[in-house]
């Protein structure tokens, strides 16, 4: 899991990427957040709690900018197994920012609102899990109506209609259309829109199917141009079959050496068996019949055996 959140945090650091998602998800697609108009915040913050300074880290957060004056943060937040106390979590990283902007340092500074998304990327069931404070706490009635509630952002991106999965124009397309597809159909078929930013993509794959291939295949396209999944999966199914091969290869070997070894214990058991019998025709214990007949031979080849020995 960890892997995955990791490689998530790689591919949106990217501004195209990052804006894409914002201008899909809050702007209909509509090109309001401009890339250029980003820029990196540090995604970890410092609270004092029980008289001890303790930290905590969004994935990913990024300011939006206009004429050098934040006009907004903007924070995402990945999931892929839902969180029953995700309302928590942002409310905290929200309020960690509001509260560094009412410190005296930034007090002659402009205020800007704070806004994180949850992108949730599970497609084999629905977060049915809490999405404002009021699920989360255990509120008296009485009480109720003097408590602010909050809600977050959440964008369960497998489950979004098609049309407006189609609307992304980074590399954020391609991964939201895998889990389109496999929520629908459980297999993904891809396209041909080229890929910005093949590692970071591949990485990220890798660790959503939990196929090295896809990982191991970024060596081979290193210096290409112009690649797509389409392109992508022909060469990750060409591994595929070389490691098949490979596989069946030293499969073969094993088996052969193990057989080998069979075959020379069962030759070595017979040949002391025949051994022993000739001792006993020598002692006079066995005629030359009743020895071929126990050794499974003729009595003709039972003496050729005798003479070649």
């Not at 410092?46 to 990913?60: F, T, Y």
């Amino acid at each position: 899991m960890q892997d995955k959140d990791i490689t998530q945090k790689v591919l949106e650091k990217y501004n195209d990427v990052f804006a894409d998602i914002l201008n899909v998800l809050l702007f209909d697609g509509r090109n309001v957040v401009e890339e250029y108009a980003l820029t990196d915040a540090l995604p970890m913050s410092m609270l004092k709690i029980d008289g001890r300074v303790r930290s905590q880290e969004r994935d990913i957060a990024k300011y939006w900018r206009k004429s050098k004056i934040n006009v907004a943060l903007f924070g995402l937040e990945n999931q892929t197994v839902a969180n029953k106390l995700m309302p928590l979590r942002v409310f905290g990283y929200d309020g960690a920012e509001y509260v560094k902007q009412s410190r005296k340092e930034n007090s002659g500074k402009s205020k800007y609102p704070v806004i994180t998304l949850v992108l949730y990327l599970g497609y084999e069931k629905r977060w049915n899990y809490p999405k404002t404070l009021f699920e989360v706490l255990d509120i008296d009635e009485d009480i109720k109506p003097y408590v602010n509630d909050f809600k977050i952002n959440l964008f369960e991106i497998a489950y979004l209609d098609r049309e407006k999965i189609d609307l992304f124009k980074s590399d954020f397309r391609i991964l939201a259309d895998y889990l389109y597809q496999m929520r629908v159909n459980r297999d993904y078929i891809a396209d041909e829109t080229t890929i910005e930013h093949v590692e970071e993509l591949l990485t990220l794959m890798s660790a959503m199917t939990g196929d090295n291939r896809f990982e191991e295949t970024i060596n081979d396209l290193k210096g290409k141009e112009n690649i797509n999944m389409c392109e992508v999966l022909d060469r990750v199914e060409a591994r595929g079959i070389e490691k098949g091969i490979e596989q069946g290869i030293e499969k073969g070997i094993e088996q052969g050496i193990e057989k080998g070894i069979e075959k020379g214990i069962e030759q070595g058991i017979k040949r002391g068996i025949i051994n022993t019998l000739i001792s006993l025709v020598n002692d006079g214990i066995l005629s030359m019949d009743e020895a071929a007949l126990r050794a499974d031979m003729s009595t003709q080849d039972f003496e050729k055996y005798i003479k070649k020995n």
